[in-house]
């Protein structure tokens, strides 16, 4: 029942900005975890940032601060990755995924996450 619908993947110039979006659906828990992943071909999967949504607590991988900014609005069951000053690296399928009834110190990149959505694709060019 439990659904991660994500959108907002295209391509976008060096140095340009996306936002993608994750709407999660079919829940009713009030302490989700919300992470954000990508995988470039050849690549391994790579956690990006995690918002626990009962707080509005964030987390970001270190490599990514100052560049990637993630957010929700609660009124729309949507969590945002904000992907600034993009660079020909960052392309990959981006996905987000989440756990309910996680918890502030659970809630990261390192979750147990159950549900995960289909991806989005993001290219940069070079």
């Known amino acids: 029942q439990v659904q991660l619908v994500e ?14 979006s994750c709407v999660v659906s079919g829940h009713t828990s009030t302490s989700l975890c919300v992470g954000w992943f990508r995988q470039a071909p050849g690549e391994e999967r790579e956690g990006v940032a995690a918002i626990f949504t009962e707080s509005g607590t964030t987390y970001t991988a270190g490599d990514l601060k100052g560049r990637f900014t993630i957010s929700q609005d609660n009124a729309k069951n949507a969590v945002y ?18 756990r309910l009834d996680s918890s502030l110190l659970g ?14 694709q993001v290219t940069v060019s070079s």
């Open 81 to 98: 990755l904000q992907m600034n000053r993009a660079q020909f690296d960052d392309s990959a399928m981006y996905y987000c995924a989440a």
């Open 107 to 120: 809630c990261g990149i390192r979750e147990d996450f159950q549900y995960w959505g289909q991806g989005t």
């Open 7 to 20: 959108s907002g993947g295209g391509s976008v110039q060096n140095g340009g900005s996306l936002k993608l």
